[in-house]
């Protein structure tokens, strides 16, 4: 009995202490958890100070005094005990206890980095110092901060810092060298390599602070706005990526079937019928839902981007600006390609290779609003970055639409198509449709399908045709081959009905497969002897190809035909106005209508004309309508232009070219038509151009969104000799008699 009464003693005695111990335990947790959060507050104060200052802080008191922590912020830890700065180091003295046993208790929450991100944790629970973890360039502050400065007329053999946290190196004489952030931006007047391809000495010796293997570096070029990509491969050796240059200025733009857009220093602009929401401003139908009409936006309109805070470590809240709507931050995403259409919206290929769509609020088949592979985090409509091209599992570097397929040049060089066809071998992948299976009653596509390589080919750039009945796809590889694919061709004599080809066609006994990448080549085309080809761009309905040799030729595929290679050197000679010294250089070409070719009634003819600039900057060719083919003003007003480059970007010779001063200059209809009662006729009543800005409208309709609709409506905005009936037998379209400046458009295009 006593034995029992003994035992049943000690255990009550044992579990009294347990809950005492645990007790113990909880109560310090708070404080613990308390004390692990002030912790992270230093450490990321820190490193604010250190990206903003060029030198690390001393003492707690300064972060609080020069706010880089909350008022009222308490160095006193929850124990009562001051929590400071080693002195020198990035390092905290941090909780420091003499109870083992609180120790052991609380090894799995302060002597552990599962809930720190700014820092780490105490080897162990004998030590008591929190290192504060910093990124690669807050570490090369802290070390070289002696020769960091943070005002620039004191930067003499230092490194300036300046606002956005870039370091900029000048000699002892003041003259800039380079700047470094994650890449380096080498200035133009340093030699990189030697004549040999050798790494040169005094480049060397000027970043041997900064250099490391496999990094970056970016070398201005001295005859253009452009830098030389290299990669370092240790001190001594540098590879030059794919012999390129990436170009850090340039403008774009582009001329869509419908609308387009531009970029201009890296932020993309847009205008047309906003049903799809191409300009990034939600507005749907403009008046009551029964009139089905859109607001079709007639000025530039700049698309906003969402920033994703892809590095907490390097103290920009990105997540922060998104979050207060901050989308003109120096730190927004800079796009080098985009594709902008009425139908489809606007998606931008940033300049780490991340894919951005809008149109995720639109009507139709437009990118984000079919295909989940687009981040799904959204408040609104504007440009969302892609979960497939996000920059750093898979880059992207060119894009292009047509109907509901997306083809993506990845920066591995691999066409991607994602989307779904109806029926037009747009998609490349071997198949009239893609992604698209119809049963007894309905179709359905799979909007979770990812991207898909069409191709093992490698190519470094893509282009497409524009006109209905005409359209293809094509691909410039990589070894200067040419592919191209698509089957959708007009009946003869209709402008509406298709022929019903299959992917697998004779013509001329030779067998094509219109639903794959075709290579251009002597035993399937015109062409006699093999060519290189260093660029292609895509026209209404033939290809502008250029060759490694500076020649010209136009690429088409006719029905029944072989593939088509032209040569425009040897085509202009029959134009009565050639001259054989002044047109032997042709600066820019595309491909027109003739008049005889020109309505409605035979855009199912192929294009037959040419408009070239020669090196004397006149432009020549096939450039009239038949509204201005013999007007003498439109005539002298083409001659008196000093021409660049042209793009024709209508079916009835509408063209827009840019003169040697980098203006803009267009002419013919810019207003575009389609009968209907669906969505895609809705969207496809727009203007080509923003006409606000070209001054041309009536003084009593200056109008900055006008409205689009059902059964080929579009507001009529001009009168006179400016309006005209188009070749659809459309009243009041917007016409541009005589080559028109279009304000806002002076700068120095390429035509995508």
């Known amino acids: 009995m006593k034995l029992a009464i003994k035992t049943l003693f000690l255990l009550f005695l044992f579990i009294n202490y ?260 191409i300009t990034g401003i939600n507005l749907g139908y403009s008046g009551s839902e029964g009139s089905n009409r859109f607001p079709v936006i007639n000025g530039l309109v700049r698309l906003k981007a969402k920033m994703y805070d892809d590095d907490s470590s ?31 919206g606007t998606c931008g290929i940033s300049i780490k290779g991340e894919l951005y769509c809008g149109g995720t609020t639109g009507v139709d088949y437009d990118f984000g609003n079919n295909f989940t592979a687009v981040d799904t985090n959204r408040k609104g409509e504007m440009l969302y970055r892609s979960t497939f091209f996000d920059g750093k599992s898979n880059k992207a570097k060119k894009i292009f639409a047509n109907n509901q397929i997306w083809l993506i040049l990845g920066e591995n060089g691999y066409i991607y198509t994602w989307g779904y066809d109806t029926g037009s071998g747009f998609s490349g992948a071997g198949e009239l449709r893609f992604n698209y299976s119809c049963g007894w009653f309905n179709c359905s596509t799979n909007s979770n ?30 070894t200067g081959d040419i ?18 080809y299959t992917c697998d066609n004779k013509w001329n006994n030779i067998n094509y497969d219109l639903c794959s990448p075709t290579k251009v080549q002597t035993n399937n085309s015109t062409m006699a002897t093999t060519l290189k080809f260093e660029s292609i761009q ?40 050639y001259s054989e010294s002044n047109d032997l250089e042709i600066l820019s070409v595309d491909f027109s209508r003739k008049i005889s070719e020109q309505g409605l009634s035979n855009r199912y003819i192929p294009s037959s004309g040419i408009v070239w600039i020669n090196s004397k900057n006149e432009l020549k060719g096939d450039y009239f309508t038949s509204s201005n083919k013999d007007d003498k003003i439109f005539k002298n007003a083409i001659k008196q232009i000093k021409w660049k480059k042209i793009k024709v970007i209508d079916d009835d010779n509408g063209m827009c070219g840019i003169d040697i001063n980098d203006q803009m200059y267009c002419w013919g209809i810019q207003s575009f038509y389609r009968d209907g009662t669906s969505y895609s006729d809705y969207m496809g009543n727009t203007f080509m151009i923003p006409v606000f800005n070209t001054n041309l409208y009536d003084i009593n309709k200056d109008f900055l969104v006008v409205e689009g609709g059902n059964y080929g409506y579009l507001t009529s905005i001009t009168s006179g000799e400016w309006s005209i009936t188009n070749s659809d037998g459309k009243t009041g379209a917007f016409f541009m008699k005589y080559p028109t400046y279009i304000g806002g458009f002076n700068y120095e295009f390429i035509f995508k």
């Open 483 to 500: 592919y191209i694919w698509g089957r959708e061709y007009l009946k003869d004599n209709s402008s509406s009905s298709f022929e019903t």
């Open 314 to 344: 390097d103290g920009k809240d990105f997540t922060k600006y998104y979050d207060q709507n901050y989308f003109s931050s120096p730190n927004r995403p800079k796009f080098v390609d985009f594709f902008s259409a009425v139908y489809y």
């Open 18 to 277: 347990l809950f005492a111990d645990n007790y113990i335990d909880s109560l310090t947790l708070t404080k613990i958890k308390k004390l692990v959060q002030k912790e992270e507050e230093i450490a990321l104060a820190y490193k604010k100070y250190l990206l903003e200052k060029g030198t690390n802080p001393t003492t707690i008191e300064v972060l609080k005094e020069q706010n880089f922590l909350p008022k009222g912020f308490d160095s006193i830890n929850p124990f009562g005990k001051v929590i400071s700065l080693k002195n020198n180091e990035y390092v905290i003295n941090g909780f420091s206890t003499t109870d083992n046993t609180l120790k052991s208790n609380l090894y799995d929450y302060y002597y552990s980095n599962r809930y720190r991100t700014y820092t780490k944790a105490p080897l162990s629970i004998n030590e008591s110092e929190v290192q504060i973890i910093l990124s690669t360039k807050e570490k090369f502050i802290f070390s070289n901060k002696s020769k960091i400065t943070t005002t620039k007329a004191d930067a003499k053999a230092k490194y300036y810092l300046d606002s956005n946290e870039v370091l900029h190196w000048y000699d002892s004489s003041g003259n800039y060298k380079y700047s470094f952030d994650k890449d380096l931006l080498l200035d133009e007047n340093v030699t990189l390599l030697n004549e040999d391809g050798t790494v040169n000495s005094t480049y060397k010796e000027l970043v041997k602070d900064v250099s490391f293997a496999g990094m970056t570096v970016l070398h201005k070029n001295t005859t253009s706005s452009t830098a030389d990509e290299y990669i370092m491969i240790g001190s001594s050796s540098a590879v030059k990526v794919k012999q390129t240059t990436r170009d850090i200025g340039k403008t774009v733009i582009q001329f869509t079937r419908r609308a387009g857009g531009m970029i201009v220093n890296g932020d993309i602009y847009a205008w047309g019928n906003n049903a799809n929401k």
């Open 538 to 577: 895509g026209g209404l309905d033939a290809f502008v190809a250029k060759t490694d040799d500076g020649k010209y030729y136009k690429i088409s595929h006719p029905k029944n035909k072989k593939i088509e290679v032209v040569s425009v050197d040897e085509s202009i000679k029959g134009y009565s106005e």
């Open 449 to 478: 399908k990812l991207p898909e390589v069409i191709s093992s080919t490698k190519f470094s750039d893509i282009s497409y045709l524009l006109t209905i009945g005409h359209r293809k796809m094509a691909g410039l590889s990589e």
